[in-house]
């Protein structure tokens, strides 16, 4: 008997697990193909499409666009350069930010869980 309730307890929580997992995938769906800056740990920032994220948590974007701080005086502060599709692991990435509408930022904050 204890079994039975064991067993029943144990799948209630991998249906709630896994209707928490769908729904953050819809989630993640609707930010496809919007503008997403990403920045990493040596602290250059990377501006481009969002395409895609692995269960990892690494990112890849499209027509991505490099931008880093220059040490050296020069016209402007930012230096840039085309990258086209890369890869930003997870342990690399310290923010994330996507161009989205208040509501879906602040349902963005729930996948933090």
């Not at 307890?9 to 709630?16: E, I, P, R």
Request: glycine share 6%; net charge neutral.
């Amino acid at each position: 008997m204890e079994t039975e309730q064991h067993t029943q307890t144990s799948s209630n929580q991998a249906g709630t697990s896994e209707a928490n997992g769908s729904s953050r995938v819809s989630t993640v769906k609707k930010l496809l193909f919007r503008q997403m800056l990403v920045g990493v740990s040596d602290g250059r920032f990377f501006l481009g499409t969002f395409y895609c994220i692995d269960k990892q948590g690494n990112i890849i974007l499209q027509d991505a666009v490099e931008y880093r701080n220059t040490r050296h005086s020069s016209p402007s502060p930012m230096e840039q350069r085309c990258l086209g599709l890369i890869l930003i692991p997870f342990s690399c990435r310290k923010s994330c930010h996507v161009d989205c509408s208040i509501e879906e930022q602040l349902a963005l904050l729930s996948l933090k869980e």
